[in-house]
């Protein structure tokens, strides 16, 4: 038996409600964790920079958040050789920036940040955060290493 399924059509009203609607603060992504962190600051105020080699295609991305807020902003763009050419989005659609820097022979990064229409640069400082050191632990006769943040870790003491 076929049945025809209809999808529900929102009124006119309700579908300029969502056009409307503030989109969704942005969360950390954990799989740009993964990629190379970088510490500094945008303007005067600190961030933290996750940015990396896509897998499956040519380019960078990543993200940063903001240490005085924690808002998430997406990036991504070009690197080639030491030039950084990158698109920001605060909802993962709409461009709201843009970056142009190089990186140094340290693997600092100095740029100017605008807004998509190029406007208002701001100056981008990043150095590559230190390497994390493992924090490591026997449990059951084995040495395990446990996740540290912000050189905090958690220890399970219910042996």
Do not use: C
Request: net charge negative; aromatic share 4%; glycine share 10%.
């Amino acid at each position: 038996m076929n049945a025809a399924v209809a999808a529900p059509v929102a009124a006119p009203d309700a579908q300029q409600q969502d056009d409307t609607a503030p989109a969704r603060p942005l969360r950390p992504n954990p799989e740009f964790a993964r990629l190379p962190r970088y510490e500094g600051t945008l303007g005067d105020r600190p961030i933290v920079v996750h940015l990396g080699p896509k897998t499956d295609e040519e380019g960078v991305h990543g993200e940063y958040q903001f240490a005085d807020t924690g808002e998430v902003i997406l990036l991504a763009g070009d690197r080639d050789g030491d030039t950084l050419e990158i698109e920001e989005s605060n909802d993962g659609t709409n461009i709201t920036g843009v970056w142009i820097g190089r990186f140094d022979a340290t693997g600092d990064l100095k740029a100017d940040r605008m807004n998509s229409d190029e406007s208002d640069p701001q100056p981008v400082v990043l150095h590559p955060a230190p390497a994390k050191r493992a924090a490591l632990q026997v449990r059951d006769g084995r040495v395990q290493e446990i996740e540290t943040v912000g050189g905090i870790m958690n220890l399970r003491t219910d042996d």
